[in-house]
């Protein structure tokens, strides 16, 4: 829900993450469409159950690893590029 139901995608894509930004909005069909199921109280070993029961995601996470480095890099220097938006600077 913290990602799904804020502007996450729509903000990756506003800082040039357009890639993952779709990726993202891909993810959030598959968790509305399951969200009850996906957001109950599980113990450890149902939560990695879930890693087959949801196969759905398998795709996505795979397109994910391909970008992460580069979405994090491009994150990253997002936030020194806007500083200002981020941290109160002290002096």
């Known amino acids: 829900g913290y990602i799904f139901d804020n502007p996450f995608a729509k903000v990756m894509r506003l800082w040039g993450a357009e890639e993952f930004s779709k990726l993202v909005y ?3 069909k598959i968790f509305d469409a399951n969200r009850k199921d996906l957001e109950k109280e599980r113990t450890d070993d149902e939560f990695m159950a879930m890693y087959e029961q949801y196969e759905a995601f398998d795709e996505l996470e ?7 480095e580069q979405v994090t890099a ?3 220097s997002y936030v020194d590029d806007h500083l ?4 109160k600077i002290i002096k």
Not at 62 to 68: H, N, S
């Open 26 to 28: 891909k993810a959030k």
């Open 62 to 68: 795979e397109a994910y690893l391909e970008m992460e």
């Open 74 to 76: 491009l994150i990253a």
């Open 84 to 87: 200002e938006l981020f941290a």
